[in-house]
């Protein structure tokens, strides 16, 4: 058998044994989405594709047709978990994405609402470091594989060439293919079913950001040219319990330089600063001054 044909035939196998895992959900919403049975009775798929959070039903890789609870979702990370059960299905083997490098080949497996099998290879094009969503959720990697999302594949797995499923892929800017790794998957899942939600830290604060004067820069040292402004603090926040006024411009939070609004999610969404003191420097008047802020618990939208 010749290299391209051995190839082909891994790729098929490949394909058939993690397809085991994949399903198709239907939500009530245009959009077809495909799911990974993560572990035993979980499946995740892409928050943004599933719609109502009554009535879901998932299609099998053997055309059974059985209904899904929803655990909870992460709009940020855009993951969705769903609960299945007195279910038999294979479990994905899940592998790291940090494997992962540019030009190795990988496959996108999806499951249609007919209950077929999809699939679409490419390779790796782009990988980074961590980084934030437009809604602040923190994603442990940039992952950008050439594929073509076609409909379907949203919320179905990306596959390593050993056959491990390094994430679940979703719909960037433009319709490009975008991979949340299985780090940030696990980590999301874990708060959800722990929890039901996950833990955003709080201040209590509107903030919108503002240019610092050269001079004042240069006075207090600071190494950002911009801030973040409080134009508004909420009664009884931790803010304002911290004692933050109208005015002040936030320029640091333990000593990490805060130029804009996003440098403060990043260290509120992490949830792992509720209940704990930040040192908040603010500028006020002309001079440093430095407040401690007890993180509180982001109230619930829901």
Same mark, same amino acid.
């Given at each position: ?5 051995? =190839?082909?035939?891994?790729?098929? $196998? ?8 994949? #399903?198709? /959900? ?26 109502? +959070? ?6 099998? *890789? $053997?055309?059974?047709? #059985? ?6 979702? $992460? &709009? ?25 490098? #540019? ?5 996108? /497996? ?40 076609? &409909?379907?594949?949203?919320?179905? *797995? ?6 491990? @499923? ?23 899942? $874990? ?11 709080? =201040? ?8 610092? &004067?050269?001079? %004042? ?6 190494? +950002?040219?911009?801030?973040?402004? @409080? ?18 411009? %936030? @320029? ?12 403060? =999610? ?32 982001? &109230?619930?939208?829901?």
């Amino acid at each position: 058998m010749s290299s391209l044909m051995a =190839l082909s035939q891994n790729l098929a $196998d490949v394909v058939e044994e993690v397809g085991t895992t994949v #399903v198709s /959900i239907d939500s009530h919403t245009r959009m077809s989405t495909s799911g990974i049975h993560w572990r035993s009775g979980i499946i995740i798929t892409s928050d943004e594709n599933l719609g109502r +959070s009554e009535d879901i039903t998932v299609t099998l *890789p $053997d055309s059974r047709i #059985v209904s899904a609870n929803l655990l909870g979702r $992460d &709009p940020s990370t855009d993951v969705a978990v769903l609960n299945l059960q007195a279910v038999e299905l294979p479990v994905a083997k899940i592998g790291d994405a940090n494997s992962l490098k #540019v030009g190795h080949l990988v496959v996108a /497996i999806a499951r249609g609402n007919d209950g077929n099998l999809m699939a679409a290879m490419g390779a790796i094009s782009v990988i980074r470091g961590a980084w934030r969503s437009m809604s602040g959720g923190n994603i442990d990697q940039f992952i950008r594989p050439d594929i073509t999302l076609y &409909p379907g594949f949203v919320g179905g *797995p990306l596959v390593d060439a050993a056959g491990s @499923v390094v994430g679940m892929n979703t719909s960037g800017r433009r319709g490009t293919a975008l991979t949340i790794p299985a780090a940030t998957i696990n980590r999301v899942l $874990d708060q959800l079913l722990a929890k039901g939600r996950i833990t955003r830290g709080y =201040l209590g604060v509107g903030m919108q950001p503002v240019r610092l &004067p050269k001079n %004042l820069k240069a006075a207090l040292h600071l190494t +950002s040219a911009t801030g973040v402004i @409080v134009v508004n603090v909420e009664a009884n926040s931790p803010a304002e319990n911290a004692g933050v006024l109208l005015g002040d411009v %936030l @320029v640091s939070l333990d000593d990490v330089p805060v130029s804009d609004t996003g440098d403060v =999610l990043a260290l509120l969404n992490s949830g792992d600063r509720v209940g704990k003191t930040v040192k908040a420097q603010v500028v006020r008047g002309g001079a440093l001054v430095e407040l401690a802020i007890a993180v509180g618990e982001r &109230p619930s939208q829901e």
